[in-house]
């Protein structure tokens, strides 16, 4: 199965680098469930992400592979970061967070994301709008 397609890229202000270039957006009930199940690894490459939004916190039932997670507040404020989640594992449930970045394994290390980052999600302007459209900027 192949990735989403992408809508936007996710950005990492406080650190000065991309988080994502290839970022698809999770934002309806079938979406956020179905995540990235049925994925390869492979298809998951450095520059993939997942936006989840609305999201408090995720799961890797039914995975091959390890994802790194970081948890959004409504100002895009990182506020947890699970690294290196493995398969069959579930993330903590934060209620502080509004969205969650799903991101491939050891990106958050090696960008140093950290909690109190300030993160910018940008969208195409040819993408279909997100329900929560206040989270994100167009390009």
């Known amino acids: 199965m192949a990735f989403p397609t992408p809508r936007g890229q996710a950005f990492n202000r406080t650190r000065q680098t991309p988080l994502a270039t290839a970022l698809a957006v999770a934002d309806t009930h079938w979406s956020r469930m179905r995540g990235l199940l049925g994925l390869h690894e492979n298809d998951f490459r450095n520059g993939c992400g997942l936006w989840i939004i609305p999201c408090r916190g995720v799961h890797t039932l039914g995975m091959g ?75």
């Open 65 to 139: 592979f390890p994802i790194d997670v970081v948890y959004l507040d409504q100002t895009q404020t990182v506020v947890h970061v699970e690294p290196e989640l493995r398969p069959w594992r579930f993330a903590p449930v934060t209620t502080r967070a509004a969205s969650v970045l799903e991101l491939p394994c050891r990106t958050a290390a090696e960008t140093e994301t950290a909690v109190g980052d300030k993160i910018e999600i940008t969208l195409s302007p040819d993408s279909p709008g997100v329900r929560s459209e206040h989270f994100a900027r167009r390009l």
